[in-house]
């Protein structure tokens, strides 16, 4: 079964300031996921990455497979941008189609 | 376009009492799940369905049972609610497995008295 581990666990942050939150994963894997969620409970998936890197907006998300790491960045962060965000990966070790989900990072970016 | 919606959005229960979470997509996607989400935990795998009349098991499943008679639609019942299973339940779908993207409806929050 796949461990998935993010940090931090809480981080708070400056309007404006460059954003890093990790997640490593135990089990090779062939994509993983990033997802937010909204302080109003919603759940949104905001990548999904097999290697490399992927930008949209301010957010970029890069993978590296052998390392078994990946990072969410934000760049000029801004008080919109507080939220949970979810590392999650296939668990291969289970039945097809699951993902294991970290516990999340709790962003909140102060004006 | 929906999406993925959830039925109802807060519920309290006495313990003991039965009751059903209806998620319905309007995505024609194959794959629906329920997870449910805990304080300091992520998001946990209940029971899942990778097709119409198909279902199976998650990571925490005891207590719960679901049905999927119709594609669109995916039904969590709960026949015998204890206050563990106070929550946040949430429903997704997606085209297929595990590294296609997961669209999750709004979540239901139910307290077990």
């Known amino acids: 079964k796949n461990e998935v581990e993010q940090s931090p666990q809480n981080l708070t942050a400056q309007e404006g300031e460059f954003i890093t939150i990790n997640c490593s994963y135990s089990?090779?894997?062939?994509?993983l996921h990033w997802l937010q969620q909204h302080p109003g409970g919603g759940i949104v998936s905001l990548f999904m990455?097999?290697?490399g890197k992927k930008k949209h907006g301010r957010l970029i998300a890069t993978i590296n497979i052998q390392e078994k790491h990946s990072s969410l960045h934000i760049t000029a962060s801004h008080p919109r941008d507080s939220a949970v965000y979810i590392c999650a990966v296939p668990n291969y070790g289970g039945s097809q189609g699951n993902l294991i989900f970290g516990k999340g990072t709790k962003l909140s970016v102060k004006p | 376009n929906a999406g993925v919606t959830q039925t109802p959005k807060f519920r309290v229960l006495k313990t003991g009492q039965s009751m059903t979470l209806l998620c319905a997509q309007d995505?024609?996607?194959?794959?629906m799940y329920w997870y449910r989400q805990d304080p300091g935990m992520g998001l946990r795998l209940i029971h899942y369905s990778v097709g119409e009349g198909t279902t199976a098991k998650g990571e925490v499943p005891d207590g719960y049972n679901v049905s999927r008679l119709k594609k669109q639609n995916f039904l969590l019942g709960l026949e015998s609610a204890a206050p563990s299973q106070t929550s946040v339940y949430f429903c997704?779908?997606?085209?297929?497995?595990?590294?296609?993207?997961?669209?999750f409806g709004p979540g239901t929050r139910l307290l077990v008295l």
């Open positions: 990455l097999s290697s």
């Open positions: 995505m024609n996607h194959e794959y």
């Open positions: 089990v090779g894997i062939s994509a």
């Open positions: 997704a779908s997606s085209y297929s497995g595990g590294t296609e993207t997961q669209y």
